[in-house]
Every structure is written in C-alpha cells, then in structure tokens.
C-alpha cells in the first residue's frame, strides 16, 4: 500500500504545465522542455483575438491558424506543421534534452495590428495519454485501466530517473572539463610567471653588469 501511494505522489512530479501569451503578427514564442528519451508529448492550444472596442479577446477567426514547430536537443526539427485556430499537437522524444517549442501566426493579414492571446497546456508522460480512449479502444474494465495506469506510471519515473542519471553524467563531464582549463590555465599563468622572471633577472643582470655595478 506504501508503494502505490509513493508511486502516486511521485506520478505528478510529472510535467504538466498550462499558461496563455500573446503574440504580435511577426512575433514567434518558444518554450524549453526537459523532456526524457521515448517519452509522449502533447500539446493543447486555442487562439483568442483581441477586440479593440471592447479590450477583451473574443473566438478566432477561422481563417487563423498556429505554425508548430519543434526541435530536439540535437537542433533537428521533428515536428513543423500548420494547424487551426484551436487544436492539439503531439510528439514523442527520441533523444532526452530540452526541447524547443516554437509558436507563431501562420499569417499576417487577419490581426490588422491586433494581438492574438494563445491558450496553451503541455502535457507530457502519462498525462498525455487519453486512458478514457484507451478504455474504450482496447474493451478494458476499471481494474485493468487502473492497472494500466499505474504501469504507466512506473515506466515514466524510470524514464525520469534515467533522465537525471544522464543530466548527472553530463553535469559532470562539464564540471570535469573546466576543472581540466582550470588547471591547465593555472599551470600556463605560473609557467608564465617564472619566465618573466628568469628574463627580468638576465636583463637586470646585464644592465648591472653594462653599468659596472656588479
């Protein structure tokens, strides 16, 4: 019983975030995403246009649409599509890192100087997943969907736990690295320092020797 309820609390440690901006006609807004290795992500938006008599946002026009765009941890591009006015976008990690997720107006010729303000909720990990769906889709009763579920869950905490292993490693191949400049700067000002040094001494012991002082 303690396990499943530490496996419950540890279960929303996963992301789930949900936020609204606004954005100009030619103004493109990302977000940064620690995100594990095979792990689903998905992504709800809705579009509001602001109206100018009013200084409210009201629905959309359909005409308006949002790019998505996103890159992995590797620059590469993984998802660049158009979508509607309201919708959802969805992806799954191939390599863990922080993930780059880009939003801007497909068009300029709707806002007429206006601001768009964009609902969006990321969701990522289990969260992601529609078990009401799934339910239906695989015949599953309450017991083998919370089954499921909680599966789910355990393979999500390792996928984290394996993630801060690979954040630890790579923290300490940095820490590691600048210790090594570290070093390597010191030893060069003191190698440095000595043959400034050994040459001020030779040319104060010729100008002494020039001047007959010694």
Same mark, same amino acid.
């Given at each position: ?19 609204y901006f606004h954005i100009s006609e030619t103004e493109r807004k990302c977000f940064i995403e620690e995100i594990p290795d095979e792990t689903m992500v998905v992504g709800n938006y809705k579009c509001e246009l602001h109206d100018p008599k009013t200084g409210g946002f009201m629905p959309s026009s359909p005409g308006i649409g949002m790019h998505v765009e996103i890159r992995d941890p590797n620059e590469k591009i993984i998802l660049s599509k158009v ?5 959802? *976008?969805? *992806? ?78 790579? *923290?300490? &191949? ?5 210790? &090594? ?18 040459? &001020? ?6 100008? *002494? &020797? ?5």
């Amino acid at each position: 019983m303690f396990y499943l309820s530490t496996l419950t609390v540890l279960s929303y440690l996963s992301v789930s975030s949900a936020l609204y901006f606004h954005i100009s006609e030619t103004e493109r807004k990302c977000f940064i995403e620690e995100i594990p290795d095979e792990t689903m992500v998905v992504g709800n938006y809705k579009c509001e246009l602001h109206d100018p008599k009013t200084g409210g946002f009201m629905p959309s026009s359909p005409g308006i649409g949002m790019h998505v765009e996103i890159r992995d941890p590797n620059e590469k591009i993984i998802l660049s599509k158009v979508y509607s006015s309201e919708g959802k *976008f969805s *992806f799954t990690s191939s390599s863990p890192g922080e993930h780059v997720i880009c939003l801007y107006s497909n068009t300029t010729k709707w806002f007429s100087g206006s601001q768009l303000r964009v609902h969006l909720d990321i969701q990522v990990g289990e969260h992601a997943v529609d078990y009401g769906h799934v339910a239906q889709k695989e015949k599953l009763t309450e017991l083998q969907l919370r089954l499921r579920q909680l599966l789910d869950q355990v393979e999500q905490i390792s996928k984290e736990q394996n993630y801060q292993r690979y954040r630890e490693e790579r *923290f300490r &191949q940095t820490s590691e690295s600048t210790n &090594q400049r570290v070093l390597y700067w010191s030893v060069s000002q003191t190698v440095i320092l000595l043959l400034m040094g050994f040459w &001020q001494m030779r040319h104060l012991k010729s100008f *002494f &020797q020039a001047k007959k002082l010694v």
